[in-house]
Every structure is written in structure tokens, then in C-alpha cells.
């Protein structure tokens, strides 16, 4: 049972638009959602994160928008370039705990 | 600072087979995990270790056991291989205490069992 729910499962995009990604959850025990940046034969790595107490998270060219009512939250890539086509991944980690539960991959092509 | 690093990069086994991965981090982080990667699966924990001598199951733990002898050493043991295993394994760490906990991964070791 996938705990937390991610489409879409790929996306292209031009270069210089907005790339979306979605995430979905039911477990309201989870306070901290990271995205995680997967480049073909590498490890993830921590790209932004957000807490539940705030609705929108800006590192950058990259956003999280958090509904905590509607448990889902999103990450906005603008101006997506060539360089950020990779696999992304969204997680949720719940209060006081390590373990990260992990959305099921988003693979990002940008087309120069 | 190499960060977390996996032995080896890449593994054929046959079934039935057996043998060890290695994860190492030199961040002195207290907690180290090993998650397995499919395709449109994302990535789910096998097991993890909260401190040196401490092991715990993950969500797919079934056919894989661990070991934390050393703070900076995880090791990932799969005694009797079956093809199911075919998948690449990712090896993290983090500390146990922070705001953050965020978990730095290694590179990746692709395993395939024929």
C-alpha cells in the first residue's frame, strides 16, 4: 500500500516552462515533506522540503505548495531547463521519526 | 568527505546464491537505512539501524538481513538470492537528532539475479 501517491508518472516540458509534479497522502501523522532529485545513476539528493505549518515553500526556481486540508502538496519547477530533466520523487516522514515513505517517481524530460 | 559510499557497483548473482553489500558514511550519522529501487515502485525501506549494534525491519525486509558492527558501516546480506531481488539498492544515513534529518544517499549498487 503506497502511502504516498504521486502522478504524474512522467512529464515532458519545453524549455522555459513550468514543470508539475503532485503528490497525495492520508496519514496525518506525517509533518515534514521532502522532493528528492534522482539524475540516472546517482543517488536521490534533498532538493527542498516543507513542514505543514506553512502553505508554500521558494528555493529558487523551485517551489512546494503544501494543502494540508486537502493532504497534497506539489512541487513548481519555472523555467524548467534541459539540466533539470531527472526522476523526481516526493516523501513524507511522520512526527518524530526517521523513515521516509516515498512517492512512486515522477521522470522529468525538459526539451531544449 | 566521500559522504555514503557503496561496494560494489554492480552484481550479477545466481539464484540461490549469496553475498554482502557494504554501505559506509564518514558523517559520523547515527541512523543508516537501505531502501531497494524498481521501476515504478520508488524507493522502500528494507531495513534500517538507529545506532551502532541496532537493527530494525523496514517495509519489504522479507528475504534480506543487516548487520551495524561499526557506526559508519551498514551491511546489506542477501543469503539465499531469488530473481525478485533484481533491483538497484540504495544505501543512506542521517543524524537521529535535527530540524532536518535529511538523508544523505549513496550512489547505488544494481544487482541482477538470474
Known amino acids: 500500500q503506497q502511502q504516498v501517491k504521486q502522478s504524474p508518472q512522467s512529464l515532458i516540458v519545453q524549455k522555459g516552462g513550468i514543470s508539475i509534479i503532485n503528490c497525495a497522502y492520508e496519514?496525518?501523522?506525517?509533518?515534514?515533506f521532502p522532493w528528492y532529485q534522482q539524475f540516472p545513476g546517482k543517488g536521490p539528493a534533498l532538493l527542498i522540503a516543507?513542514?505543514?505549518?506553512?502553505s508554500e515553500k521558494k528555493e529558487g526556481r523551485f517551489t512546494i505548495s503544501f494543502n494540508k486540508s486537502a493532504k497534497q502538496f506539489s512541487l513548481h519547477i519555472m523555467d524548467s531547463q534541459p539540466g533539470d530533466s531527472a526522476t523526481y520523487f516526493c516523501?513524507?516522514?511522520?512526527?518524530?521519526?526517521?523513515?521516509?515513505?516515498f512517492g512512486t517517481g515522477t521522470r522529468l524530460t525538459v526539451i531544449p | 568527505n566521500a559522504g555514503v559510499t557503496q561496494t560494489p557497483k554492480f552484481r550479477v548473482l545466481k539464484t540461490g546464491q549469496s553475498m554482502t553489500l557494504l554501505c559506509a558514511q564518514d558523517?559520523?550519522?547515527?541512523?543508516m537505512y537501505w531502501y531497494r529501487q524498481d521501476p515504478g515502485m520508488g524507493l522502500r525501506l528494507i531495513h534500517y539501524?538507529?545506532?551502532?549494534?541496532?537493527?530494525a525491519k523496514g517495509e519489504v525486509p522479507d528475504g534480506y538481513n543487516v548487520s551495524r558492527l561499526k557506526k559508519q558501516n551498514f551491511l546489506l546480506g542477501l543469503e539465499s538470492a531469488a530473481p525478485s531481488q533484481t533491483s538497484v539498492y540504495f544505501c543512506?544515513?542521517?543524524?537521529?537528532?535535527?530540524?532536518?534529518?535529511?538523508?544523505?544517499f549513496g550512489p547505488g549498487t544494481r544487482l541482477t539475479v538470474t
Open positions: 516543507i513542514r505543514p505549518d506553512v
Open positions: 539501524s538507529v545506532g551502532e549494534g541496532t537493527t
Open positions: 558523517m559520523n550519522h547515527e541512523y
Open positions: 543512506a544515513s542521517s543524524y537521529l537528532q535535527g530540524s532536518l534529518r535529511e538523508q544523505y
Open positions: 516523501a513524507a516522514r511522520k512526527s518524530g521519526a526517521n523513515n521516509l515513505f
Open positions: 496519514n496525518t501523522a506525517f509533518d515534514y
